[in-house]
């Protein structure tokens, strides 16, 4: 028998997560596929979403190739734009979008010296998150030099939150504030959201959406955000899953697992499951986080090893070797897991390494 773990991915929520993000938010939506389509298999997801995705966003030029190497035609947008020359040629070679977001790209643009009205640009505006994108203050003058490119034919005004998945904080309509005054006499197509933009924010939808985490079918925003929208409710893509491999029996008193963190207080039974931090499950976690066992709420007691971890099968007699263990997925929140691990559902499902990927599509 091979190792039992694996990560399902469900192509059939995926397609129905974007179709959900792209009516709520109206005009267009670019899926976001950056890092392996958040560890579930780039070229995969974007074949699935290729007949209904009006394009995709990657982060880097590799990324992007990648996908049109695969036989991706959508448009396809490179979200940290081109590092040099090289990337900016290959970028229009393959007619890929990309973002300038910083004088030295323009530049570039300026020196390539591609054909006349070849190439169309995402203009990037810092509105308030401070990480890239052109200051308030530059965006008019940036603007300017870009639309004055030859080889530019169009500009698509772009801006990204900070804070959208913090219902009642007023950054983001900062952000969208700040946004308009400056672009206000720009032409060009705007998008301002990324997921929890397309969920919480109805005024920031503009031209094109951004959604990355919620195609995964992962909520970035709080529980109870969720509990005053059920329309948002999103279908789990990934089910990272294995199997119980061997049961032991704990007396009271006995420590179980490396550092011996966890002392069973009366006899208890428990499964060792074939998975661990080296698949991308988070070492972090502490005894108590959840995990389904054939469908039965459980959790996990001890430290979680590199190949390894163990579950709680004291209440659940029926449970015994080769019984499923589901991490996250269906039933399972990964947002829960996350909680847990001190971190967020991004970076679980892009830690999730070295489990086969096996797609489904009913
Ligand atoms: C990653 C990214 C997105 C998608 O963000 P989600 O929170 O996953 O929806 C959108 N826009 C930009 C600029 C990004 O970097």
Redesign the pocket.
């Given at each position: 028998m091979t190792r039992p773990s694996k990560a399902l991915i469900d192509l059939a929520a995926l397609r129905q997560n974007y179709l959900t993000a792209r009516n709520l938010h109206g005009g267009r939506a670019l899926a976001?596929v950056?890092a392996n389509a958040?560890g579930h298999g780039a070229v995969f997801c974007a074949r699935a979403l290729s007949d209904i995705a009006d394009g995709f966003?990657v982060?880097f030029m590799a990324e992007a190739l990648e996908l049109r190497q695969a036989g991706i035609t959508r448009p396809i947008l490179v979200?940290e734009g081109c590092f040099d020359l090289d990337e900016l040629i290959a970028a229009h070679a393959n007619q890929i979008w990309f973002?300038v977001h910083q004088r030295a790209q323009i530049e570039m643009l300026e020196k390539a010296g591609l054909p006349p009205s070849s190439t169309h640009a995402w203009l990037?505006v810092d509105s308030g998150m401070h990480r890239?994108g052109f200051g308030l203050d530059d965006v008019k003058e940036a603007y300017k030099l870009l639309s004055r490119v030859p080889a530019v034919s169009s500009i698509t005004l772009?801006s990204?939150f900070a804070r959208?998945?913090e219902p009642g904080e007023s950054a983001t309509e900062e952000q969208v504030k700040a946004f308009e005054e400056v672009t206000r006499d720009l032409p060009g197509d705007r998008s301002l959201c990324?997921?929890?933009?397309?969920l919480a924010w109805p005024d920031a939808r503009r031209d094109w959406a951004?959604?990355?985490?919620?195609?995964y079918g992962a909520n970035?925003l709080p529980a109870s955000f969720l509990a005053q929208h059920p329309e948002q409710k999103l279908a789990p893509v990934m089910s990272l899953l294995s199997e119980i491999f061997a049961v032991k029996t704990l007396n009271p008193g006995d420590a179980l697992g490396y550092g011996g963190t966890f002392v069973a207080d009366r006899t208890m039974r428990v499964g060792l499951v074939a998975i661990g931090y080296a698949d991308g499950y988070p070492r972090g976690v502490p005894t108590g986080t959840p995990v389904a066992i054939d469908g039965n709420a459980s959790r996990i007691v001890g430290r979680v090893s590199m190949d390894m971890l163990n579950v709680d099968l004291t209440h659940l007699p029926q449970a015994g070797i080769g019984s499923q263990v589901e991490l996250w997925g269906r039933q399972v929140d990964i947002n829960q897991v996350a909680h847990h691990a001190n971190t967020i559902a991004?970076e679980l499902l892009c830690n999730v390494k070295r489990v086969p990927r096996i797609y489904t599509d009913q």
């Open positions: 976001v950056k958040y966003a982060a979200l973002a990037k890239a772009m990204h959208a998945d990324n997921s929890a933009g397309v951004r959604p990355g985490i919620l195609l970035p991004y």
